[in-house]
């Protein structure tokens, strides 16, 4: 099972970046969404499609529709330049899979 | 506050195994599960197994199920996984994330990941 994200997405800062993850199963599964920089573990930013944890600036949010979810930031400032990773299960709800990642650059 | 500790990186050779630890505070342990993701040089996220610290049912992910091993200490407090008959190509650091009992989020906390350098 794979979840399909682009490699890239560029915006200039304070534009709205939109970052999306297709896979076959995400009608049934919930997605999350993390933010991964260099050398740093990654950071849940997205919960079950649309929940933001605490601590988690206003300007993210998550949307769903069929067999996409789309990650979106709103008002990109140059600390969110980074790669971003959309992770789900498989139809079985048992193997978690990620996808290949985006990354981020804030022009 | 809920913290993962892992252990230091560790250079190895083609055909042995590894080990890494994740000790961990600030939660009640057996409430969670662990997960295990690793991250090739340049590459993404690969999500490899699941535990729970709760009864230790596992799940791996089909492409790891023969080579690797989990654990978990309540005692300590403490995660591991045991990586076997290893590869120049499991050259990665590895992550041990504070996941959920039944949800499919690998984690909401993380460690700060194990280098572990395959090389002859």
């Known amino acids: 099972y794979e979840l399909t994200q682009p490699p890239s997405v560029s915006v200039s800062p304070g534009q709205t970046a939109r970052i999306t993850c297709s896979g076959d199963?995400?009608?049934?599964?919930?997605a999350y969404w993390y933010q991964q920089k260099p050398g740093q573990a990654p950071v849940v930013v997205i919960s079950?499609?649309?929940e933001r944890p605490s601590g988690i600036p206003e300007r993210f949010s998550g949307s769903t529709s069929g067999t996409t979810v789309t990650l979106t930031i709103s008002g990109v400032q140059a600390e969110d330049e980074a790669d971003y990773y959309c992770q789900s299960a498989d139809s079985t709800g048992i193997y978690r899979v990620f996808g290949g990642g985006t990354k981020l650059t804030v022009l | 506050q809920v913290q993962l500790v892992q252990s230091e990186a560790e250079v190895t050779q083609p055909g042995a195994s590894v080990r890494v630890s994740c000790k961990t505070s600030?939660?009640?342990?057996?409430?969670?599960?662990f997960s295990w993701v690793r991250q090739a040089p340049g590459q993404g996220l690969e999500w490899m197994a699941w535990?729970?610290?709760?009864?230790?049912?596992?799940v791996y992910a089909q492409r790891f199920q023969d080579r690797v091993s989990m654990s978990t200490d309540t005692s300590t407090r403490t995660a591991y996984m045991e990586l076997r008959s290893l590869r120049s190509d499991d050259t990665a650091v590895y992550y041990c994330a504070r996941a959920s009992l039944t949800a499919m989020l690998v984690g909401d906390y993380w460690g700060q990941g194990s280098l572990v350098t395959v090389s002859s």
């Open positions: 079950k499609d649309t």
């Open positions: 600030g939660y009640t342990f057996t409430d969670y599960a």
């Open positions: 535990i729970s610290a709760y009864n230790g049912n596992t």
């Open positions: 199963a995400l009608p049934k599964q919930f």
